[in-house]
């Protein structure tokens, strides 16, 4: 008998959150808040806008948090 692969649990409760929310919903004070900061701490002020939906706050701050961890990551040595 057949196991049919999972996408793992992260993947699903990503794309159910980014499906129920509406395309131009704007974003939340608590996004507009973090968006701001990582913007900042990474020296990006342009990732943050004022007008942003939900959906794309969370793309930016995704991003930016994803480029403080390569950033904290030490250096590849052969």
Excluded: W
């Excluded at 692969?5 to 973090?34: F, H, I, V």
């Excluded at 020296?43 to 961890?69: T, V, Y």
């Amino acid at each position: 008998m057949q196991q049919k692969k999972r996408a793992p649990a992260y993947q699903e409760s990503q794309q159910l959150s980014s499906a129920e929310a509406p395309a131009r919903e704007p974003m939340t004070g608590a996004q507009a808040s973090y968006l701001k900061s990582l913007a900042e701490e990474v020296e990006e002020p342009g990732a943050f806008r004022q007008d942003l939906s939900k959906r794309e706050a969370s793309r930016r701050i995704n991003a930016l948090m994803e480029k403080l961890r390569i950033g904290e990551l030490p250096p590849h040595t052969d």
